[in-house]
């Protein structure tokens, strides 16, 4: 029963995911973490850090990973756990999939008309909001700790955003190097 339901929450997410895959990450938060409780928050925060690691489009990763974690969490073993990954992506990609072919000659003929100019007008601040909210939900304690908790972690974590902020934005540093920096950072000043 567990890949009906994460087939649905997946095509959903397909379906309504504007924004490419960091728009899709508050919503697959949203869903496996909040609402069906397939995962823990830190869990899914490890998902998104190896999906970003990964080859490929972050949001799919995701799915796979999730899809692969929801089964196992479930009690069940490895090759079910693969086909949880198989239905995840599936589900994910298969919107896009649907819409791509149905839309694909009618979208290149109204490209340049009003109506569609307005449709991607009213997106753009959607798609803002759905990265702002991917963002500010792995801003948690799991994540950057808290100033009671662990002040030291909490300090290097908050060093480490605006660092990563001000060095991609205004400097222009690559975010691979980036990455790259961040993690022989945190495993300087965390481990």
């Known amino acids: 029963m567990i890949y009906v339901y994460l087939f649905l929450t997946f095509f959903e997410i397909g379906l309504f995911g504007f924004g490419g895959g960091y728009g899709m990450l508050s919503l697959i938060q949203g869903e496996v973490v909040h609402h069906w409780g397939w995962m823990t928050t830190a869990q899914f925060t490890d998902i998104v850090a190896i999906s970003q690691m990964t080859p490929g489009p972050i949001g799919i990763n995701s799915a796979t990973y999730c899809g692969y ?3 196992k969490n479930a009690g069940y073993g ?20 649907i819409l791509m072919i149905l839309i694909s000659k009618m979208f290149m003929k109204y490209m340049k008309t009003r109506t569609v100019q307005s449709v991607f007008l009213g997106l753009r601040p ?13 801003m948690t304690p799991e994540n950057f700790s808290t100033p009671m908790a662990n002040p030291w972690q909490f300090g290097v974590s908050v060093f480490l955003l605006a660092a990563t902020f001000i060095g991609t934005m205004f400097m222009k540093i690559n975010p691979i190097r980036m990455i790259f920096f961040c993690a022989i950072a945190g495993l300087l000043l965390l481990y």
């Not at 959607?126 to 792995?138: F, K």
Request: charged share 5%; no cysteine.
């Open 69 to 71: 974690t929801a089964v």
């Open 78 to 97: 490895e090759g079910m756990a693969m086909l949880g990954s198989a239905t995840a992506t599936f589900a994910l990609v298969l919107p896009s999939l």
């Open 126 to 138: 959607a798609v803002v909001g759905l990265l702002a909210a991917a963002t500010l939900l792995l």
